[in-house]
């Protein structure tokens, strides 16, 4: 069964960058909109930006201005770069893809921003 691997995370100081990866593991079928969702300790899982299969983006308040998210629809892999990230940042990250097959998630990936 195809997986979803994350990559990227760790530990950064307030107004640091990241950028995290998300590849399938083998080949999938034809993918639709991908996204990367968050979960913070004790919170329920969010989503943080959604981009279509056409690259339009939708951004959550609380990241926009700081996240790109770009996706390389030749590899199927997505793609969120973190700028000027601050503590209530720190959270599980977690990939979402959209094929016309079903949903997949990626494993998560830890991300901790120090103050």
């Known amino acids: 069964q195809v997986q979803l691997v994350e990559s990227g995370g760790g530990l950064v100081q307030a107004g640091g960058s990241l950028r995290l990866s998300c590849a399938p593991s083998g080949s999938i079928f034809r993918v639709n909109a991908m996204a990367w969702y968050r979960q913070a300790p004790g919170k329920q899982r969010e989503l943080v930006v959604t981009i279509s299969s056409g690259g339009s983006t939708n951004y959550a308040d609380s990241v926009k201005g700081r996240f790109t998210i770009s996706r390389d629809n030749a590899n199927n892999t997505v793609y969120l770069e973190m700028y000027n990230l601050k503590p209530e940042d720190t959270a599980v990250y977690y990939c979402?893809?959209?094929?016309?097959?079903?949903?997949?998630w990626g494993q998560g990936t830890q991300v901790t921003v120090s103050s």
């Open positions: 979402n893809v959209k094929t016309d097959r079903g949903t997949l």
